[in-house]
């Protein structure tokens, strides 16, 4: 916890229970909602919050990002998401969100240099894939072999030493996009293609995932800039539903292999990182503008569990700024590899023109997030939907990596083990029939 939470005048918040008065002290945040410490809520009350999906509970401090959802504001390391997009690179991200602030030119190079070198899985890690069948989803892959990375680096697992936690920083988001691109090839039956040091980490991740050995996949630099966009786009958001899980494995001290491959699990779910596949394949499902309506609907129906896969987002009651800088890159993509007028791009922007002045999803405050575009470029890029996931697995290291380094190193920091409330049964004898009271 940082030291000066408490340099402004304190603050207390009260709480009446049965006539008992507790107080319990705000911290201010630098930006955003404060909060109240309740650490001491049940020793002091006997009572437990609650609060199913957090959605009004801050689980730790963190300098790292920031996300105003009102306003559609994204921030890492208080550099606007749009900016980095347009001005910077994935490693230089990278090294932003896990040291705390932009490199210099030397130091860049420097850390370039260290994510290139390791790049290289060991070559015994070739067989974990072909235990894989062939149909396996690629997401499944990358949970597999990121926690198996485990065995073979054990000199980056003490997590009580700087150096090794920064090593294992290193490698897990230098191997993720080697891990994917093997994902990917083992899935369409190619051999598997080697990295190359003397590419970026975007040009060699499109080298990995297209190149093959009878011939070398060109990488153009506006698909290799629209790849490394969409890295830095997904890199970090805050204590989102995979890094609450990285930080959760994380604080019983399990190795950080461990810990990133809890990530990528929680990661796969439709509800979040697995969007980006299921908002492509709601919009070819739709097929035509003419049957937006009709699923419009379908999203309102209390009855119908369909949802519109891409929009709402538990911060944004806004746009998601991430959209809106996929969105503009969207067009540049499909013209560069020769799709004017793509039907599903004119689907997606028919729906959410639709969407956007519907009074269900403006009471909502349901915007497209940035699942929504995402899978229309990656895509025209050449990537089937079952890869969509995995590519936001891989940028996503560096905002897991970097989360995970903070939890460890808060000086507070202790096991997470939440409480529930109980409604169970109460004590039964063994043997004994359940009074009608106590049937639960
Ligand atoms: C990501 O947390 C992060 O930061 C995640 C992420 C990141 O970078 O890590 O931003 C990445 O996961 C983006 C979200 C991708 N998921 C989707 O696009 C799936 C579709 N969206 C929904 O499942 C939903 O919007 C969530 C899961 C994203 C957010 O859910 P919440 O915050 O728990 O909100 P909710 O489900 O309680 O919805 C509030 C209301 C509900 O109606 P009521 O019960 O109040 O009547 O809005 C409705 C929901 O039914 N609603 C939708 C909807 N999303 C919410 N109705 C129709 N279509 C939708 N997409």
């Given at each position: 916890m940082s030291k000066d939470k408490n340099s402004k005048k304190e603050k207390f918040a009260k709480l009446i229970i049965d006539n008992n008065s507790y107080s319990f002290p705000i911290y201010s945040s630098t930006e955003g909602e404060s909060v109240i410490d309740i650490t001491k809520l049940h020793s002091k009350t006997k009572f437990f919050t609650y609060d199913p999906g957090f959605t009004s509970t801050a689980s730790c401090e963190s300098k790292i990002t920031y996300i105003d959802g009102e306003k559609g504001i994204l921030r890492y390391r208080g550099y606007d998401i749009e900016e980095l997009a347009d001005k910077s690179d994935f490693i230089e991200v990278v090294n932003l969100l896990i040291y705390g602030d932009l490199p210099n030119k030397s130091q860049l190079t420097k850390y370039k240099n260290l994510i290139s070198r390791h790049t290289l899985l060991h070559e015994q890690i070739i067989n974990f894939f072909q235990g894989f069948r062939r149909d396996a989803h690629p997401m499944a892959m990358m949970v597999g072999v990121m926690g198996a990375l485990s065995s073979f680096y054990q000199d980056t697992l003490d997590i009580k030493d700087a150096h090794q936690r920064q090593e294992a920083t290193r490698r897990i988001v230098a191997k993720s996009s080697t891990i994917g691109a093997m994902a990917y090839k083992y899935s369409i039956g190619q051999s598997f293609v080697s990295p190359k040091n003397n590419l970026s980490f975007s040009e060699n991740f499109l080298h990995m995932c297209f190149s093959n050995t009878a011939e070398e996949y060109k990488v153009s630099p506006i698909l290799a800039k629209a790849m490394d966009i969409i890295f830095i786009l997904h890199a970090d958001h805050e204590q989102n539903a995979s890094t609450s899980t990285v930080r959760l494995a994380g604080s019983?001290?399990?190795n950080p292999f461990a810990c990133i491959a809890a990530g990528v699990s929680s990661l796969w779910g439709p509800a979040h990182g697995g969007a980006n596949q299921a908002a492509l394949e709601m919009l070819e499902e739709i097929g035509s503008s003419k049957n937006i309506k009709k699923y419009i609907n379908k999203a309102k129906?209390?009855?119908?569990?369909f949802k519109l896969m891409g929009f709402g987002h538990r911060v944004y009651k806004n746009y998601d700024p991430r959209a809106k800088i996929l969105k503009k890159i969207c067009k540049k993509v499909l013209n560069h590899v020769g799709i004017n007028n793509d039907p599903i791009l004119q689907l997606a922007m028919d729906l959410e023109a639709i969407a956007l002045k519907d009074k269900y999803f403006i009471e909502k405050k349901l915007y497209p997030n940035v699942d929504f575009y995402s899978g229309i470029i990656l895509k025209a890029i050449g990537f089937p939907p079952e890869m969509f996931t995995v590519i936001f697995a891989i940028a996503r290291t560096a905002g897991w990596t970097a989360q995970w380094t903070e939890m460890i190193e808060d000086?507070?920091?202790?096991?997470g083990r939440p409480r529930q409330l109980y409604t169970g049964n109460l004590i039964t004898k063994y043997g004994k029939k359940r009074s009608r009271k106590n049937t639960r």
């Open positions: 019983s001290g399990a129906n209390k009855k119908d569990n000086p507070i920091q202790k096991i």
